[in-house]
């Protein structure tokens, strides 16, 4: 006799007895997955199989006959943080096994928090938290297992409480002795990971899952719209537009999805698409007129992200238009080899850079020292730039220094918004369909850029500080786990 699958559901009454908040219990409280009970046991035999890792109570029925029963108790009692019930075809109890000290109730937490206002983003603070394993009703618990991280990632902070953008407003900082929602926040971060617990019906645990996460090991979120290929976070506070940061992918329905290419996927997409979709706006722009375009921190990704998406343009338009980098020495050599910019020059060689016809200045540094000069390099010859625009900010500086004050010389652009208009004459199979060709040929064209550099938990606050001060190697792609090497999935 070979072995044999139990069918589990879950005993809810059992489940009100385990856990101190009755309110937060429903039917619909766990997912469970089956065990395999071996038809044939000795004494010596006490293992029991599951397909994942143990729940937090199981309710078994089982269809065994009696010669089973004594190892169906054995293999009940071996189980790990779990609680058992054997019961017979007619719901009577001939065995359970409950260990309430051995069954997981919260999920251990730790978050990377900086301090709001200025000069936070330079005190970095790794703090310990629970989360509920049993969540509310409609809310998920995912564990984070990476993402990616650059300098993209520190501009969402320079603009963590600046209105329109509220990035610390995503995933709230742990209410803790040395933070709280008030006086710190959490980088939101591009990743991936697997739902760990699910109070909503039509997520299931064990499902992998792309989205915009919190730079920790665990992330706790309510879900209203659910669609086979994602679910939506609710965040009413925070403006209309956000609804691509608020979407998390289903890995098994994403067409972009390749399991190998998970480190760059985390790493250029959402560093991409602001690119990609900057150049198509400037494109519906006609680029104000334009056919030079200048771009600073030019060995940066969203640079030249955005100079490739450039390039591939010219290589279909009657319009060539010319792109320029401006880099710093020490990246020269590695901006050039890349191949996507028509001249790269260093800071220094500004005065290199000629002002002939109209021009397009597309600012990643955000640096004002750097943005003075050039608004005087191209005033001074009697030839003012067509239009400034911001796409990020490599560097950071106090608000009262820093771009941003130059609001009234420069556009920031903002995906979601231009997504928005798009909308409005393209069609959502169109766009999907631009995106996947798009997505597909960078896979194929960026494999000689980067060489992709894991960091673990042990190393990412000194990681994370050489990154914030732009201590950045320009041919490293960084993913972060909150994890150990060991205990990352």
Request: glycine share 4%; net charge neutral; with cysteine.
């Amino acid at each position: 006799m070979g072995c044999f699958k139990t069918k589990l559901t879950l005993d809810v009454q059992l489940v009100r007895e385990l856990t101190t908040d009755h309110s937060t219990v429903s039917y619909k409280s766990f997912n469970t997955r089956p065990l395999y009970f071996p038809a044939e046991y000795s004494t010596s035999t006490t293992e029991a199989h599951q397909t994942s890792r143990p729940r937090h109570a199981v309710y078994t029925r089982m269809n065994a006959g009696k010669s089973c029963l004594s190892a169906a108790k054995l293999a009940a009692d071996s189980l790990v943080n779990t609680a058992c019930i054997l019961l017979t075809d007619k719901g009577e109890v001939l065995h359970s096994h409950i260990d309430i000290h051995r069954i997981k109730m919260s999920f251990d937490n730790l978050s990377l928090c900086v301090e709001r206002g200025t000069g936070g983003l330079q005190k970095p603070v790794v703090v310990q938290s629970t989360l509920p394993a049993v969540p509310p009703k409609d809310h998920v618990v995912i564990r984070v297992s990476s993402f990616a991280f650059s300098t993209n990632n520190i501009t969402y902070g320079q603009l963590g409480e600046t209105p329109g953008f509220l990035y610390f407003e995503f995933h709230p900082a742990p209410e803790t002795s040395e933070t709280s929602p008030k006086t710190h926040g959490v980088l939101p971060v591009w990743g991936f990971g697997t739902v760990e617990a699910s109070s909503h019906p039509e997520v299931k645990v064990g499902e992998k899952v792309y989205g915009y996460f919190s730079m920790s090991r665990y992330m706790m979120v309510p879900i209203d719209r659910i669609t086979p290929n994602a679910y939506f976070v609710p965040r009413p506070h925070l403006p209309s537009q956000f609804v691509p940061y608020n979407t998390i992918t289903r890995c098994s329905a994403d067409p972009m999805y390749r399991q190998d290419k998970e480190p760059e996927t985390a790493l250029y997409r959402p560093l991409f698409w602001t690119s990609f979709w900057m150049e198509d706006w400037l494109n519906y722009e006609k680029y104000k007129g334009a056919d030079n375009i200048l771009v600073t921190s030019a060995s940066s990704k969203t640079a030249y992200c955005f100079a490739y998406v450039a390039k591939k343009r010219n290589e279909t338009s009657e319009n060539k238009r010319q792109v320029i980098g401006l880099t710093s020495a020490r990246n020269v050599e590695f901006t050039k080899k890349l191949g996507l910019y028509d001249q790269v020059f260093t800071y220094e060689e500004l005065n290199k850079v000629k002002t002939e016809g109209k021009w397009v200045y597309v600012d990643v540094s955000g640096n004002k020292e750097l943005n003075e000069k050039i608004f005087e390099h191209f005033n001074s010859a009697g030839s003012p730039l067509a239009a400034a625009i911001i796409l990020g900010m490599t560097n950071i500086e106090s608000p009262k220094d820093s771009a941003m004050t130059q609001r009234d010389k420069m556009e920031t652009f903002f995906t979601p918004m231009w997504l928005a208009k798009r909308k409005e004459f393209t069609t959502l199979e169109e766009i999907a369909e631009m995106q996947k060709k798009a997505w597909s040929e960078l896979m194929n064209d960026s494999v000689s850029w980067l060489q992709m550099q894991d960091t673990f938990y042990n190393d990412i606050v000194p990681r994370y500080s050489d990154i914030a001060k732009g201590i950045v190697e320009p041919d490293k792609g960084h993913t972060f786990s909150m994890w150990t090497e060991e205990s990352k999935l």
